[in-house]
C-alpha cells in the first residue's frame, strides 16, 4: 500500500494544487498553545507532547481503520496524511517568480522572492549575483529534501507516525524560534532523521549526473568532518554532492565566468540554466527513488 501511497500523493503533488485544502495548521497552533504554553522551557515535554504525541495519535487512528471498506478508507488516510506532511507552500511558483525577476535582471527582486521562499537566509551575504544564484541553488536543494525526500523516506520506514514526526518537528520549529537551535532536543532529533536520508540523495546525484564527481566530493567533504570530530550538516552534503553532479563549482570564486559577466546577458542566462538544471536533477531523482521503491515492493521487502 506504501507504493500506491507515494505515487499516487506525488502525482497530486506534482499536478494539482491541494495545498489551500490540505494545509491546515491551525489545529496544531491550538494544540500547541493549549498543552506547551504553560512549560515551554522543558526540551522534553516540548519532544513528546509536541511530537511523539499526536504523531503517535494519529498513527493509531489510520492503523484502526486501514481495514475498512476493503481497505480503500486506509489508502484514503495514508495519501491525504502525506500530503498534509509536504512542505508548505508551492516552491515551483516561488522559483519560477525568483527567475523570472532574474531573467528581467532585478536582482534586489529576485532576493527578496528568494529569502521569503526560504532558499535565502537573512544572515547570508550577497556580493554578486552568481554568489547569490548558488546559495539559491543551495537552499533549492535542501528545501526540498525537506519538503519532499526527507518525508517520503521517513513514511516508507515508519509509515504515518515517521511521516507526521517530521512534518510536525518543521511545524514546531516555525514557531518556537529557540527549537531550530543545533543544541535544542528536537533540533537534534531531527539532524539524526535526515541522516541516512540525506546520503541516500547524495548517491541519486550521482546516478542522475556526474557519478565519479559525486563519488569524489562526497569521499573529500566527508573526510574534512571526520577529522575535525563534527557531523558533515544535511545541506552542505546536498550542495557538495549536487553541484558536482551538474558540473558546477561550490565556491563561485572558483566559477568558469567572472562575476561581473552576471551583469551581462549572457551571464544571466547561464545562471538561469543552472537553476532549470537544478530543478531538472532533482526531479531525475525523484524518478529513481520512485523506481527504487517499486523494485523493493516487486521482491517484498517494502509493503
Same mark, same amino acid.
Given at each position: 500500500?506504501?507504493?500506491?501511497?507515494?505515487?499516487?500523493?506525488?502525482?497530486?503533488?506534482?499536478?494539482?494544487?491541494f495545498?489551500?485544502?490540505v494545509?491546515?495548521?491551525?489545529?496544531?497552533? &491550538?494544540?500547541?498553545?493549549?498543552?506547551?504554553?504553560?512549560?515551554?522551557?522543558?526540551? &522534553?515535554?516540548?519532544?513528546?507532547?509536541?511530537?511523539?504525541?499526536?504523531?503517535?495519535?494519529?498513527?493509531?487512528?489510520?492503523y484502526?481503520?486501514?481495514?475498512?471498506?476493503?481497505?480503500?478508507?486506509?489508502?484514503?488516510?495514508n495519501?491525504?496524511?502525506?500530503?498534509?506532511?509536504?512542505?508548505?507552500?508551492?516552491?515551483?511558483?516561488?522559483?519560477?517568480?525568483?527567475?523570472?525577476?532574474?531573467?528581467?535582471?532585478?536582482?534586489?527582486?529576485?532576493? &527578496?522572492?528568494?529569502l521569503?521562499?526560504g532558499?535565502?537566509?537573512?544572515?547570508?551575504?550577497?556580493?554578486?549575483?552568481?554568489?547569490?544564484?548558488q546559495?539559491?541553488?543551495?537552499?533549492?536543494?535542501?528545501?526540498?529534501?525537506?519538503?519532499?525526500?526527507?518525508?517520503?523516506?521517513?513514511?516508507?520506514?515508519?509509515?504515518?507516525?515517521?511521516?507526521?514526526?517530521?512534518?510536525?518537528?518543521?511545524?514546531f520549529?516555525?514557531?518556537?524560534?529557540?527549537?531550530?537551535?543545533?543544541?535544542?532536543?528536537?533540533?537534534r532529533?531531527?539532524?539524526?532523521?535526515?541522516?541516512?536520508?540525506?546520503?541516500?540523495?547524495?548517491?541519486?546525484f550521482?546516478?542522475?549526473?556526474?557519478f !565519479?564527481s559525486?563519488?569524489?566530493?562526497?569521499?573529500?567533504?566527508s573526510?574534512?568532518? !571526520?577529522?575535525?570530530?563534527?557531523?558533515m550538516?544535511?545541506?552542505?552534503l546536498?550542495t557538495t554532492?549536487?553541484?558536482?553532479?551538474l558540473?558546477?563549482?561550490?565556491?563561485?570564486?572558483?566559477? !568558469?565566468?567572472?562575476?561581473?559577466?552576471a551583469?551581462?546577458?549572457?551571464?544571466?542566462?547561464?545562471?538561469?540554466?543552472?537553476?532549470e538544471?537544478?530543478?531538472?536533477?532533482?526531479?531525475?531523482?525523484?524518478?529513481?527513488?520512485?523506481a527504487?521503491?517499486?523494485?523493493?515492493?516487486?521482491?517484498?521487502?517494502?509493503?
Amino acid at each position: 500500500m506504501k507504493l500506491i501511497t507515494i505515487i499516487v500523493a506525488v502525482m497530486i503533488l506534482k499536478l494539482a494544487d491541494f495545498r489551500g485544502f490540505v494545509h491546515q495548521d491551525r489545529w496544531y497552533d &491550538n494544540y500547541l498553545k493549549r498543552w506547551l504554553s504553560t512549560d515551554e522551557s522543558s526540551q &522534553n515535554r516540548q519532544l513528546v507532547l509536541g511530537l511523539l504525541l499526536p504523531s503517535a495519535l494519529i498513527a493509531l487512528v489510520v492503523y484502526w481503520v486501514q481495514d475498512w471498506l476493503f481497505g480503500i478508507v486506509g489508502l484514503g488516510l495514508n495519501i491525504l496524511i502525506l500530503l498534509y506532511c509536504f512542505g508548505r507552500g508551492d516552491l515551483s511558483i516561488q522559483i519560477s517568480s525568483y527567475l523570472d525577476k532574474f531573467k528581467n535582471k532585478d536582482v534586489e527582486a529576485a532576493c &527578496n522572492v528568494a529569502l521569503a521562499a526560504g532558499l535565502l537566509n537573512e544572515d547570508q551575504v550577497v556580493e554578486s549575483a552568481p554568489q547569490m544564484n548558488q546559495q539559491v541553488l543551495s537552499g533549492l536543494m535542501y528545501q526540498e529534501f525537506l519538503r519532499l525526500y526527507l518525508v517520503f523516506f521517513w513514511y516508507l520506514v515508519l509509515g504515518v507516525f515517521g511521516a507526521l514526526f517530521i512534518c510536525l518537528g518543521l511545524l514546531f520549529q516555525c514557531t518556537h524560534s529557540e527549537a531550530k537551535n543545533s543544541k535544542h532536543l528536537i533540533a537534534r532529533f531531527l539532524a539524526a532523521a535526515e541522516w541516512i536520508p540525506v546520503r541516500i540523495l547524495a548517491i541519486t546525484f550521482g546516478l542522475v549526473g556526474n557519478f !565519479e564527481s559525486v563519488y569524489q566530493s562526497y569521499k573529500k567533504s566527508s573526510r574534512e568532518y !571526520e577529522l575535525d570530530e563534527k557531523s558533515m550538516p544535511a545541506q552542505l552534503l546536498l550542495t557538495t554532492c549536487g553541484f558536482a553532479a551538474l558540473g558546477l563549482a561550490v565556491d563561485d570564486s572558483e566559477s !568558469e565566468y567572472p562575476s561581473e559577466s552576471a551583469q551581462e546577458g549572457e551571464g544571466y542566462i547561464q545562471l538561469v540554466e543552472e537553476v532549470e538544471d537544478t530543478k531538472r536533477m532533482l526531479f531525475r531523482s525523484l524518478v529513481v527513488w520512485l523506481a527504487g521503491l517499486s523494485i523493493l515492493t516487486i521482491v517484498g521487502w517494502s509493503s
